[in-house]
């Protein structure tokens, strides 16, 4: 089963960068999009960014556009979110995901793998 392994997360002032990596195992990875959720504190888990499978096609929530970037390398099986200008509504629980399919989707049960979550906190 694939399994997938994060890093990055932490406190960081609002204005700041951090970038969030997560590294999965398992032979399907360059098959499949992959996807960054966030989840605060009570709030539902929403949808940040995707990737398709070749790392061609890249989707963005419209509050992150801009600010965000999600890539991916096939070849190591990692995929990043680099978070740049990050505000204090960015603050949540961070999640890397693994797709059902080869393009990304919004949805949370179009991924199969999640990760263990990563925190990001911003202060002003």
């Known amino acids: 089963q694939v399994q997938l392994v994060e890093s990055g997360g932490g406190l960081v002032q609002a204005g700041g960068s951090l970038r969030l990596s997560c590294a999965a195992s398992?032979?399907?990875?360059?098959?499949?999009?992959m996807g960054w959720f966030r989840q605060a504190p009570g709030k539902q888990r929403e949808f940040v960014a995707s990737?398709?499978?070749?790392?061609?096609?890249?989707n963005y929530a419209d509050s992150v556009k801009g600010r965000f970037t999600i890539s991916r390398d096939n070849a190591k099986n990692t995929v990043d979110l680099q978070m740049n200008s990050l505000k204090p509504e960015d603050a949540a629980v961070y999640y890397c995901?693994?797709?059902?399919?080869?393009?990304?989707?919004?949805?949370?049960?179009?991924?199969?793998?999640w990760g263990q979550g990563t925190q990001v906190t911003v202060s002003s």
């Open positions: 995901a693994q797709g059902r399919y080869t393009t990304g989707t919004y949805a949370p049960s179009g991924y199969s793998k």
């Open positions: 398992g032979r399907t990875f360059s098959s499949v999009a």
């Open positions: 990737i398709d499978w070749r790392g061609r096609t890249t």
